[in-house]
């Protein structure tokens, strides 16, 4: 169950009233969401309604809601009150009696004048009546003005101690307009979009409704029995690097990198950031099949090669299309599987400064692209969000890959590969650690 | 009692077409659960002992245990 205080300030005006069944009181938290990006709510209220009764007051309070036929489930009617929300079948409330509260269903809460402006008797058994608040793991606001400007930070020293390597882009990079990962990848003084490049990203989904793709075409697939809607954040992130907008509404800087492209969205992650082999695989057939000149893969795990995915970058190969994956973050363990098949482009994690990441896997790298704090698109309300690991520097790669592709039809496949590895920028690093150096833009 | 049966992924060698590999795993014991034409891969089930036996079947290239994958270490960040 959602906590009920909101994770920052509420909202003044109170949630539009949402759909029934979505919100009830036994809703699990997917649902909720979704029904709240259906109704493009971004208070973060749920629909639902906590009502706290006055101290001594619970079994009055709990006569006056069956008075008015609400359905109600009590913890105590479970072992040790070990009660899931979602274990409550179809009851209307659900009543936590050693806190005093009671979770009533959005429907149940509206048929019955249950709400936050709701006026209370002060004979009432009810102290208060307050909207449900969602709470996220991410302070996703604070991460973006942290991550962006230790960035910057970071890079004006570095400009400042080598004296020789600034030129006019990194300096504008300070000056916001775009992510220091864009600006050491050549991107902002690149006159390509990526336009009729297909670009596919193997994940945890999208935000469909992500106002900063309002226009783009996006064609989307699940494959985890799930709906594309992204409700971890991290399919919608690297998505945002690959092909984010040119020119976010407002103050935000561009964080994307082809966003002439048309985008593929593969969900082959759950909603919980995990799937199989099994899905993946599913997923890099599908944006195969499509003719995806690009293929995203941040995801992985600590295993040896597989015979299954060094076929599938063959296949991909062979039919013109580039998988670039993530080499993984194990703090410089052994690059891990997909990434680690001779046939997949593995991406390893730089930090502001160039020098590679600490957490960055090694061993089999192709190419290092910028994987600290990288700022790009979460899902609403958020919207935007800062993240680190070698899966932010996978689509750094493959929207640069994007942009490479555009320049020449004979740029597929192997073709594509080697103008990566040829045009990167070298670092003073071993190739275990950066590959063949620092994506670049054309 | 009969052994659990898991998922496994059957890479194959292109040395006879997917769809006759299909039958053939059929006939050998193997659910076919998902063909995937673009890669030459079959998704299957069955048990560890009959993998064993698929691993020799004309036109197999690999048998591997369908494994799981994620976004990065526990705790998210780095992702």
Redesign the interface.
């Given at each position: 169950m959602a906590s009920k205080k909101p994770s920052r300030p509420a909202a003044p005006a109170p949630a539009p009233r949402p759909a029934a069944a979505a919100t009830a009181a036994a809703s699990g938290i997917d649902a909720l969401l979704l029904a709240a990006l259906a109704r493009n709510d971004d208070s973060l209220q749920t629909g639902r309604y906590l009502v706290t009764f006055k101290d001594g007051a619970l079994d009055e309070g709990l006569q006056a809601m069956k008075a008015q036929h609400l359905r109600m489930a009590d913890a105590r009617d479970f072992s040790d009150q070990a009660m899931a929300v979602e274990d409550v079948g179809d009851a209307d409330a659900v009543v936590f009696p050693e806190i005093g509260v009671a979770l009533v269903g959005g429907d149940a809460a509206m048929s019955r004048g249950i709400s936050a402006s709701a006026e209370l008797a002060s004979d009432s058994a009810i102290e208060v009546i307050e909207p449900e608040y969602f709470v996220f793991?991410d302070g996703a606001v604070d991460d973006y003005l942290r991550g962006f400007l230790r960035a910057t930070e970071t890079i004006a020293r570095d400009l400042g101690q080598t004296g020789g390597d600034a030129d006019q882009d990194e300096i504008d990079a300070k000056v916001l307009g775009h992510t220091w990962g864009l600006a050491r990848c050549k991107v902002p003084a690149s006159s390509r979009s990526g336009a009729g490049i297909r670009l596919a990203v193997l994940?945890?989904g999208m935000d469909l409704g992500h106002p900063d793709y309002a226009g783009r075409i996006i064609v989307s697939q699940s494959f985890v029995g799930q709906p594309v809607q992204d409700l971890?954040s991290?399919g919608t992130h690297c998505i945002g690097t690959a092909c984010g907008p040119k020119a976010p509404a407002g103050a935000t800087p561009r964080y994307g990198i082809a966003f002439g492209s048309r985008i593929y969205v593969g969900k082959?992650?759950s909603n919980s950031?995990?799937?199989?082999?099994?899905?993946?695989?599913?997923g890099?057939?599908w944006a195969?099949?499509n003719q995806c000149h690009v293929i995203s893969m941040?995801?992985?795990?600590q295993?040896p090669v597989?015979?299954?995915y060094s076929?599938?970058g063959a296949?991909a190969l062979a039919?013109g299309c580039l998988i670039v994956a993530?080499a993984?973050?194990?703090y410089g363990a052994p690059t891990g599987a997909p990434a680690n098949s001779p046939t997949i482009f593995a991406v390893a994690?730089l930090d502001p400064n160039l020098a590679p990441?600490n957490?960055s896997n090694q061993g089999k790298i192709e190419i290092a692209a910028p994987?600290?704090d990288v700022f790009s698109s979460v899902p609403r309300p958020t919207r935007h969000g800062t993240?680190?690991?070698?899966?932010?520097a996978t689509p750094h790669v493959a929207g640069c890959a994007a942009l490479w592709a555009q320049t020449s039809t004979g740029l597929r496949g192997s073709a594509l590969w080697n103008k990566l590895l040829a045009s990167a920028r070298p670092l003073p690093y071993p190739a275990s650690r950066v590959g063949r150096g620092l994506v670049q833009a054309p | 009692m009969m052994a659990k049966d898991a998922?496994w992924?059957i890479?194959?060698n292109g040395q006879r077409p997917l769809p006759a590999l299909a039958k053939a795993l059929t006939g050998a014991g193997a659910q076919v659960?998902?063909r995937?034409?673009?890669?030459?891969?079959l998704?299957v089930s069955g048990s560890a002992a009959q993998a064993e036996n698929w691993r020799r079947l004309p036109g197999v290239?690999?048998v591997?245990a369908?494994?799981?994958?994620?976004?990065?270490?526990p705790g998210?960040?780095?992702?």
């Open positions: 793991a994940d945890t971890h991290h082959v992650l950031g995990s799937g199989s082999t099994a899905s993946v695989l599913a890099m057939n195969i099949a941040s995801l992985g795990s295993a597989q015979a299954a076929a599938a296949a039919k993530a993984g973050n194990d994690s990441s957490f994987g600290r993240k680190s690991g070698t899966s932010m | 998922n992924v890479t194959c659960q998902t995937l034409d673009a890669l030459g891969i998704i290239a690999a591997e369908d494994a799981g994958v994620d976004i990065g270490p998210g960040e780095p992702s």
